[in-house]
């Protein structure tokens, strides 16, 4: 595979994503080793893996996961092109969860050593390694406020607005009338949200009677957002703030 040097990364074009300058650009383009390619269904760390890798989701989507004895899973967050995988597992000596592509990925693939030449070589680059584990961290406290607070209504209001934010973002931030692709399945929102299959269907189905959302052919639209946000009890309108890209 042919790997898209930095410079010409397509997401650096995107107001989602800070600029950086020529030293930094340079630090990761030497720091990046080959580009992968996963298929939908296949995993990119495997719970308990040792020596992972760290990676930059260029493309697609995918899940961070962990599993019970009996195979129960639960989908701490997923993840959406400009994410960065793999610290936590830079941090223990075998993967705490697993991360599965939910659609055909790309990725960049850095050596596990990369953050501390990171900290080392551009400071402000170990910053923002710091800050997107924080954001990641805060995702997963969203999640888990869903959890242990919010009704099954609430719970997948604040699922699909913040999803369909996220992905608005990597589309300069406009929904054409067309919405944002959406390849989650219900069972993946059961999973990540700690309802039954069943229940699930059922609130998705009373939202899409009030008219919240539609769901069709892989892509997933918002009449009106703004009820959906005061559905989810979110604080501010979802909005992913400008970040840093690895």
């Given at each position: 595979?042919?790997?898209?040097?930095?410079?010409?990364?397509?997401?650096?074009?995107?107001?989602?994503?800070?600029?950086?300058?020529?030293?930094?650009?340079?630090?990761?383009?030497?720091?990046?080793?080959?580009?992968?390619?996963?298929?939908?269904?296949?995993?990119?760390?495997?719970?308990?893996?040792?020596?992972?890798?760290?990676?930059?989701?260029?493309?697609?989507?995918?899940?961070?996961?962990?599993?019970?004895?009996?195979?129960?899973?639960q989908?701490?967050?997923?993840?959406?092109a400009?994410?960065f995988?793999?610290?936590?597992?830079?941090?223990?000596?075998?993967?705490?969860?697993?991360?599965?592509?939910?659609?055909?990925?790309?990725?960049?693939?850095?050596?596990?050593?990369?953050?501390?030449?990171?900290?080392?070589?551009?400071?402000?680059?170990?910053?923002?390694?710091?800050?997107?584990?924080?954001?990641?961290?805060?995702?997963?406290?969203?999640?888990?406020?869903?959890?242990?607070?919010?009704?099954?209504?609430?719970?997948?209001?604040?699922?699909?607005?913040?999803?369909?934010?996220?992905?608005?973002?990597?589309?300069?931030?406009?929904?054409?009338?067309?919405?944002?692709?959406?390849?989650?399945?219900?069972?993946?929102?059961?999973?990540?949200?700690?309802?039954?299959?069943?229940?699930?269907?059922?609130?998705?189905?009373?939202?899409?009677?009030?008219?919240?959302?539609?769901?069709?052919?892989?892509?997933?639209?918002?009449?009106?957002?703004?009820?959906?946000?005061?559905?989810?009890?979110?604080?501010?309108?979802?909005?992913?703030?400008?970040?840093?890209?690895?």
């Amino acid at each position: 595979m042919d790997a898209t040097p930095c410079i010409d990364c397509p997401l650096r074009a995107l107001p989602l994503f800070l600029p950086h300058t020529e030293e930094e650009l340079a630090l990761v383009q030497f720091l990046k080793r080959r580009e992968l390619s996963v298929d939908a269904g296949e995993a990119v760390i495997h719970e308990g893996q040792g020596e992972t890798r760290l990676f930059t989701l260029l493309e697609g989507w995918a899940y961070r996961f962990k599993t019970l004895s009996d195979g129960r899973r639960q989908i701490l967050n997923f993840l959406l092109a400009g994410d960065f995988i793999g610290v936590q597992q830079k941090m223990s000596d075998a993967a705490a969860h697993g991360v599965v592509a939910l659609t055909p990925v790309r990725l960049c693939v850095f050596d596990r050593d990369a953050l501390w030449e990171l900290h080392r070589g551009q400071p402000s680059m170990g910053f923002n390694v710091t800050w997107l584990t924080a954001h990641e961290e805060s995702l997963v406290d969203d999640n888990l406020l869903s959890l242990g607070r919010r009704s099954a209504e609430e719970r997948v209001a604040t699922a699909l607005i913040l999803l369909y934010k996220r992905a608005a973002a990597l589309r300069h931030g406009a929904d054409d009338g067309r919405g944002v692709p959406f390849p989650v399945t219900q069972q993946h929102l059961a999973d990540a949200l700690g309802l039954s299959l069943a229940y699930t269907n059922k609130t998705l189905r009373k939202l899409e009677r009030r008219g919240l959302y539609r769901l069709a052919d892989g892509r997933l639209t918002l009449p009106d957002p703004k009820a959906l946000v005061r559905l989810a009890d979110l604080y501010g309108d979802g909005r992913p703030p400008p970040r840093p890209l690895v």
